[in-house]
């Protein structure tokens, strides 16, 4: 595990040959530990269609960059032991998949067609390149309070001390003004779609706000 302030949500991804790779838009952690398994690296410059085994050809520009690829992370730059050319080889996040279409998912998957529709067909299921005991952390994830139902906010960022998720930055709704750090401590679990913190009405009103020191 290298030994890492955090890993910014947004920050630029540089290969080892000096080539940016990218930037990092989600982060695969265990389900039971948050402990950073995976970078999630979007390169925008480069769409190359990939061809994934028993599937089609679909464009996509997510790449899977294992943890121990990361030689240091700061909290705008983060940079990898591997070259552009090796980056570019990693496997795609996202993939995609067929499945036997009903005969309604066919007669609306027509009317589509017919009408100029340009999404992908009925029948393609999208499916993310992770075990299943991993999740994805990425912005704008909803952080949940508790069971209620109520969302205390939105995540905006990852702190994380020497490889250790030690709290996420959440952008507050309600009566929050600025941006707040919520300590790991009081996520009790979490899946694909959200955080679920487990915090009283005393525990909000002492979130400290976020001080970004490097920006």
């Known amino acids: 595990m290298p030994q890492t302030t955090d890993f910014s949500l947004g920050a630029d991804v540089i290969a ?19 402990d950073p ?15 994934l085994a028993a599937e089609k050809f679909f464009v996509t520009d997510e790449v899977v960059v294992p943890i121990a690829a990361v030689d240091s ?15 570019r080889r990693q496997p795609p996040y996202l993939s995609y998949r067929f499945k036997p279409l009903t005969a309604g998912e066919a007669a609306l998957e027509e009317v589509d067609f017919l009408g100029g529709g340009l999404g992908l067909p009925a029948n393609t299921e999208e499916v993310a390149n992770k075990p299943a005991d991993q999740i994805e952390i990425d912005r704008d994830e909803n952080v949940m309070l508790g069971k209620s139902g109520h ?13 250790e998720l030690v ?10 003004k600025r941006d707040v750090v ?7 679990r979490a899946d694909d779609m959200a955080l679920f913190a487990e915090l009283n009405e005393s525990d909000v009103e002492r979130l400290k706000p976020f001080v970004d020191a490097e920006s």
């Not at 080892?16 to 948050?34: H, I």
């Not at 398994?37 to 061809?51: F, Y």
């Not at 940079?79 to 090796?86: F, K, N, T």
């Not at 709290?167 to 309600?174: A, L, N, S």
């Open 16 to 34: 080892s040959d000096g080539n940016k790779a990218g930037t990092l838009v989600s982060v695969l952690v265990e389900a039971d530990g948050f």
């Open 37 to 51: 398994k995976a970078l999630v690296v979007k390169d925008e410059s480069s769409l190359t269609g990939r061809l």
């Open 73 to 87: 992370a700061t909290h705008h730059l983060i940079r990898l032991s591997m070259p552009i050319d090796e980056v």
């Open 151 to 163: 969302r205390l906010g939105r995540i905006h960022d990852l702190l994380y001390d020497n490889g």
């Open 167 to 176: 709290g996420v930055v959440i952008q507050p709704e309600g009566f929050f």
């Open 182 to 188: 919520l300590p790991i401590r009081f996520i009790s």
